[in-house]
């Protein structure tokens, strides 16, 4: 099989593990085309995109950008702070906009969640979902799953513990859907407060102490608290969320097993993760970065192939 | 559907020798050539005549594969994407004369893509084209062979099947396929 099920990757729930591992298989060619002298392919460059960001991000925006450029794409960006939605726009009409200049894919971060799934609905240019509210980071995801089989060879059987803020986090969704139609064991980790009540229903390990979570694990994938999601209190304090959940390297050299520590960034250093665990040997954080251009490469070529 | 037998295992390896002669009088000892198959089927014919030629040359030659998928002209122009593969050129291609092998050549356009592939890795001083069957009449680029195998009248409805035992196959058979 050499194409995607669907038109859009709008999130993980809707692929197949078939999709999953066709764009693994395509991320391994284009990671071997980013290492490089020249840098590029000529595949894209009748395609443009827009990337269309409601929402703050560094390392997603850029790193679609690079990805998108490196497939020849041309790219226009867009983010929601310097533009007409600040005048009061609809969702759907910036989209149309945009659309109307001829574009062909787009790539949206949205603070609500289903806001690609909505578009998906009204628009016919492809959709990447690159974070919607709560909901999905398929690419995020997709990239983590990617460097755990860079790391291990395979997914099926590992033990992966997601640590941390699980109530807010699209990745921790994202990721829970792919690695377990990969075949891995999933456990979330974080204070009861940042659980979502109902989370054990998706098939995942529930677990409250840190330590437990790490020993159990192959891989630790530790995300930040989401303070700018948070209107009300969840715990006492970040001192106190440190304490009882920060991982150190202390901790990591304890287990006395290769503990995988990965994390989606951006980092708080000193309250989920301490720099000297972010800088460790367990750490690959750097290689979910370089991994995240392959992985897009692949899913902006798989998707505009489809839409041929 | 029909197949005709273009080329058997006997006749197959008399070719390849032949190749691999025509080869080293063109390029001597091999010091500044190398050799690259084209993925995903060029490459055990590729494989085939490198291994002859060390044989011959009594020296290690630098051997790769390229892949041509996302060089291609016809992205978003199918109804299925062709799917990638690896490449390895483990040397540097930059002044180097380079002999491309296929197993078959037919429109062209492939060709035309390794070729936009392998810039990418630098510049080579000379590129050569070496293909087991050269479809005859059915080029859609100016591309012609340096070193041909075999030449074929075909039509453009046929197929060409090429079966090495490097794949799995029992023996060495080149078909040409009538498809109904």
């Given amino acids: 099989m050499s194409k995607l099920s669907q038109k859009h990757l709008l999130g993980i729930k809707d692929i197949t593990r078939d999709d999953i ?25 009748d395609v443009t995109i827009a990337n269309i960001f409601f929402e703050n991000s560094t390392r997603t925006r850029l790193s679609f950008e690079l990805a998108e450029k490196r497939l020849s794409a041309d790219v226009v960006n867009f983010s929601a702070s310097t533009s007409s939605v600040k005048k009061g726009e609809t969702l759907l009409d ?3 906009n945009i659309l109307a200049m001829k574009v062909d894919m787009v790539v949206m971060r949205h603070a609500s969640a289903g806001a690609a799934h909505y578009l998906s609905k009204h628009i016919t240019a492809n959709i990447v979902n690159a974070g919607d509210g709560t909901h999905e980071h398929p690419t995020q995801a997709l990239l983590d799953a990617f460097s755990i089989r860079e790391k291990f060879g395979s997914i099926s059987g590992k033990k992966i513990a997601i640590i941390g803020d699980i109530l807010h986090s699209r990745v921790a969704l994202s990721n829970i859907f792919a690695l377990q139609k990969l075949g891995a064991k999933v456990m979330v980790c974080g204070p009861p407060t940042l659980l979502p009540k109902f989370i054990g229903q998706l098939g995942v390990q529930v677990e409250l102490d840190v330590k437990k979570a790490l020993q159990w694990c192959d891989v630790a994938n530790v995300l930040r608290i989401q303070l700018e999601r948070q209107q009300i209190k969840y715990f006492p304090s970040l ?34 993760l301490s720099s000297d665990a972010a800088d460790s040997k367990h750490s690959i954080i750097l290689e979910q970065v370089e991994n995240g251009v392959a992985v897009r490469m692949a899913v902006l070529y798989l998707l505009a192939a489809a839409a041929g | 559907m029909q197949k005709k037998l273009i080329l058997d295992s006997d006749l197959l390896d008399i070719t390849v020798s032949r190749l691999c002669q025509q ?28 291994k002859n030629l060390e044989k011959n040359i009594k020296r290690t030659i630098p051997f790769g594969y390229l892949d041509a998928t ?16 690896e490449n390895r050129i483990p040397f540097i291609i930059e002044g180097k004369k380079v002999v491309l092998v296929d197993d078959v050549l037919f429109t062209g356009r492939t060709i035309r893509a390794a070729m936009d592939a392998m810039i990418a890795f630098g510049r080579p001083a000379k590129v ?15 591309i012609a062979p340096d070193y041909v195998g075999k030449t074929v009248n075909t039509m453009h409805s046929q197929r060409v099947l090429v079966e090495l035992q490097a794949q799995g196959h029992k023996q060495n058979k080149i078909w040409l396929i009538n498809k109904d």
């Fill in chain 1, 21 to 45: 591992e066709l764009i693994f298989e395509t991320a391994d060619n284009f990671k071997e085309v980013i290492n490089r002298p020249i840098k590029k392919v000529p595949s894209l460059r």
């Fill in chain 1, 94 to 96: 910036t989209v149309n």
């Fill in chain 1, 239 to 272: 001192r106190e969320y440190s304490i009882y959940y920060g991982i150190t390297r202390k901790m990591l050299d304890d287990l006395m097993k290769p503990t995988v520590i990965m994390h989606p960034g951006p980092i708080n250093r000193g309250v989920e």
């Fill in chain 2, 23 to 50: 080869l080293i009088e063109n390029h001597n000892t091999f010091s500044d050539t190398v050799i690259i198959g084209m993925q995903p089927r060029g490459i055990f014919l590729a494989e085939l005549i490198h």
């Fill in chain 2, 70 to 85: 996302f060089h291609r002209d016809d992205f978003r122009r199918r109804e299925e994407p062709i799917k990638a593969y």
């Fill in chain 2, 128 to 142: 050569e084209l070496l293909v087991m069957i050269n479809r005859k009449y059915n080029r859609e680029l100016p």
